[in-house]
């Protein structure tokens, strides 16, 4: 082979492929999105809050401060914004964490209002609010999740509203089932009961013999990965800490072959730097297998698709403002990982297959509140 040549197909074998460059949409409507769903004609609605400067007068004197505004956003896979909506009717604290869809045009949502109470509320095409209740707790509905038809469940943090004097009163995880009305079927809070305990669920499932419910609770003065088990009434709770290492559970999946996968972040004692963590249970809840990857840069995982295969995609937040995106074999093994960066601190929100792309929602902090779409393949060819 001549010489030229020979250079030439390393040049080629240096250049990226078309698969692996990673479209970046930065959303038109400049708010935090939290969660994102994929309507039927594949249009993309994400919720989150908004952080709005307003003056205040206080004594005759002007101040000026930030209020968050719950918002929703619907735009097209290329970037058309479509609407959007601010609900200032919720508060200057309120925020939406999570986003399911009830029917076409119509979405529940869960999050918390201005008095710093739980929130789930329907709202309609272009931000109209059909109707909206207040969690029985304070603190924040963190997801929603559908059980059936007209029955959804949700999870968060949450504690007494007027607890008898004296009585401690901490944050403790959150289950409520609704229906799609709004009415309130069942509610439970679960954790250990000392005020200087706090605990919150991040995730919840429906499984054939009750509820399935991630996150964290207090153990030695350390947030520590924990699944609770709830029967079919959502009754009596048998609440496992997953290990002896700080952290806290971010997603909860239902498995192909009938397990569970849970994940998040972990942290051992010795070592402050977090690395992305899975553990697989089984339909009792005892752990089949577990693996820690990551760089040891801080990585925090955030999201967790399941693919028809078997084959886990996650999303993770590291401390070098990038975003790790792996793909994990069935076992837990590391087949490839890629790493996003965009300007400023970021977080993974949501991960979603459409086809045989993938999106990741991003959360940018810094310059500003703001959202970004990545739109990648599948195989990281």
Request: hydrophobic content about 40%; proline content about 5%.
């Amino acid at each position: 082979m001549p010489r030229s040549c020979f250079f030439f197909f390393l040049l080629l074998l240096a250049l990226p492929s078309p698969a692996q460059q990673i479209r970046t949409l930065q959303l038109p409507f400049p708010f935090a999105p939290q969660d994102m769903l994929l309507c039927g004609n594949g249009d993309i609605v994400c919720a989150g809050y908004k952080r709005e400067p307003y003056q205040d007068t206080i004594a005759g004197r002007a101040f000026f401060k930030e209020r968050y505004v719950a918002c929703l956003a619907r735009f097209t896979q290329r970037g058309d914004t479509v609407w959007t909506a601010l609900l200032p009717s919720l508060g200057d604290r309120s925020m939406f964490f999570s986003i399911v869809q009830l029917r076409e045009g119509r979405y529940l949502l869960a999050g918390r209002s201005a008095m710093n109470e739980g929130l789930f509320c329907c709202v309609e095409e272009k931000g109209r609010i059909a109707w909206k209740q207040a969690s029985p707790f304070m603190g924040e509905l963190k997801k929603i999740v559908r059980k059936g038809p007209n029955e959804f469940l949700l999870a968060g943090e949450g504690k007494k509203r007027r607890p008898v004097y004296g009585e401690e009163n901490p944050f403790k995880m959150v289950f409520l089932r609704i229906d799609s009305n709004g009415t309130l079927l069942h509610q439970r809070l679960l954790g250990p009961n000392f005020d200087a305990a706090w605990s919150c669920a991040y995730d919840v499932i429906h499984t054939p013999s009750g509820y399935l419910l991630a996150g964290g609770l207090p153990r030695k003065a350390q947030t520590q990965f924990a699944v609770a088990r709830l029967d079919a009434k959502g009754d009596s709770a048998d609440v496992r800490l997953l290990d002896d290492e700080r952290g806290h559970a971010a997603f909860l999946r239902v498995l192909p072959d009938g397990n569970f996968i849970v994940g998040g972040g972990k942290s051992t004692y010795n070592k402050a730097l977090r690395n992305a963590f899975l553990v697989k249970l089984n339909a009792n809840g005892d752990t089949l297998w577990s693996s820690r990857f990551g760089k040891g840069e801080g990585d925090d995982a955030e999201d967790l698709l399941v693919l028809p295969s078997g084959e886990l995609m996650i999303a993770a937040e590291t401390d070098n403002d990038d975003i790790s995106l792996c793909k994990l074999s069935a076992d837990g093994k590391l087949l490839w990982e890629k790493r996003i960066r965009l300007e400023g601190e970021q977080i993974p929100a949501r991960l979603l297959q459409s086809g045989k792309q993938l999106l990741v929602l991003i959360r940018q902090r810094e310059p500003g509140y703001k959202g970004v779409l990545c739109i990648t393949d599948l195989e990281g060819n």
